[in-house]
């Protein structure tokens, strides 16, 4: 079948076989190798960006898919990196545990809510709590920090991102007013997670991690990077078809960077072209699923967000960190907006959306599917 074919397949059905995925992934060239001299048009939507006929084609009815379930809307959540400590060892990460030249930081209580009222003064209604693996704030510190946050601003949603922990203490988050969840699964191939993870990290505990948060009631996000070293045409198609058997409300795609003190520093980073491609097919395969265009798409491309947008993308997640320790959440090399103030880049954020001929929306921006089902329970 043609490509055009199978993207009308799957904005019908939101679903292909393996053997179409196959298909349509290597008919778009992902993961190949592109010839710099390709048929490209420039996208009529946003000048100076290129894309081949079939890539337009896809982006287009992927765009056509998010607005009938987002309309023109774009989310903001206001993301806060409050600890760079981790247990994990990653090898893409920069802020592994072996990464002895990392500049370690913890913010306080006080500095997290600071964030959370400049965060809210500037308009935002979901906080992203992320960290590394930091096991220094003990569970009840966790509850007691989601709890402030949600009594202080009871119109926001509180997100968490802080990996792997026990059923317990994800329950104990949830029942303290926690939301929302995100864990990416960084790839779904046991073998490919082996080689992305030392040992003691494991692909069974991180999917148990992942069904457990989806139990107790949270709405969940997953999520890989493309282009991860060792990752082939095969992982992304498992990683695509677990993706739609989690059936969770966000989906984080971004491009692998490399980051210069990891075992990982001298591989080749993911493409936009990829990204965009598969922001597009997750758009067609999930209409109302929540899909940020990423900090990792901002870095390897000056319109990396805004061509996300473009391709079925419709959350963004600046940062809200105080600028002193921006500069030190570092997971991959060369990362945008780390001088910057959370009102610059506010302000920055806006402009670029509406370049695109969307709107920024200031509301918590729940997934669509889970507002349908809450308002039938
Ligand atoms: N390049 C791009 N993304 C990365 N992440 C971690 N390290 C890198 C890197 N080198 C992503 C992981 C993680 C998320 C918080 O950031 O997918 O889940
Ligand atoms: Fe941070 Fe543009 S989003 S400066």
Redesign the pocket.
């Known amino acids: 079948m043609h490509v055009e074919e199978l993207v009308k397949s799957l904005r019908e059905n939101s679903i292909l076989s393996r053997e179409e995925l196959r298909q349509l992934l290597s008919g778009y060239g992902v993961l190949e190798e592109r010839s710099p001299v390709r048929d490209v048009k420039m996208c009529e939507t946003l000048p100076g960006a290129r894309c081949t006929k079939e890539e337009s084609f896809l982006f287009e009815n992927a765009r056509q898919v998010r607005e009938r379930s987002y309309g023109k809307d774009v989310y903001l959540r206001g993301l806060i990196e409050f600890t760079n400590y981790c247990r994990c060892d ?1 090898r ?3 802020i592994r545990r072996s990464n002895t030249v990392a500049q370690r930081y913890r913010l306080s209580r006080e500095q997290i809510l600071d964030c959370c009222e400049e965060g809210y003064g500037l308009g935002f209604r979901t906080f992203v709590l ?1 960290g590394g693996e930091d096991m220094a704030y003990s569970d009840g510190q966790i509850c007691e920090l989601v709890s402030s946050i949600k009594s202080r601003y009871g119109d926001c949603a509180v997100t968490l ?1 802080i990996g792997e922990r026990k059923r317990e203490s994800y329950r104990a988050y949830f029942d303290a007013g926690a939301d929302r969840y995100l864990l ?1 699964q ?1 790839t779904s191939d046991p073998a490919h997670y082996r080689y992305l993870h030392p040992e003691q990290q494991t692909i069974e505990n991180r999917k148990r991690c992942l069904w457990d948060l989806r139990e107790i009631g949270y709405q969940v996000g997953c ?3 493309t282009g991860s070293p060792g990752q082939t045409t095969e992982h992304i198609i498992e990683d695509l078809l677990f993706m739609k058997e989690l059936s969770p409300q966000m989906i ?1 795609i ?6 210069k003190d ?1 075992p ?1 520093a001298r591989e080749k980073a993911g493409t936009l072209q990829d990204t965009l491609i598969l922001l597009a097919v997750i758009r067609l395969m999930m209409p109302d699923v929540l899909l940020p265009a990423t900090t ?1 798409l901002g870095t390897i491309d000056p319109l990396g967000r805004e061509r996300g947008l473009l391709a079925g993308a419709n959350v963004i997640m600046p940062n809200l960190s105080p600028a002193g320790v921006r500069g030190k959440y570092l ?2 090399d060369g990362k945008i907006c780390t001088g910057d103030e959370a009102a610059q880049c506010r302000i920055c954020l806006e402009k670029r959306v509406e370049r695109t001929g969307y709107r920024v929306i200031m509301s918590r921006g729940d997934c669509a599917g889970f507002v349908r089902r809450q308002n039938r329970e």
């Open positions: 990653c893409y990460c920069g992320q991102s990416r960084e999520g890989i990077m984080g971004g491009p692998f960077i490399p980051h990891t990982f990792a997971l991959y």
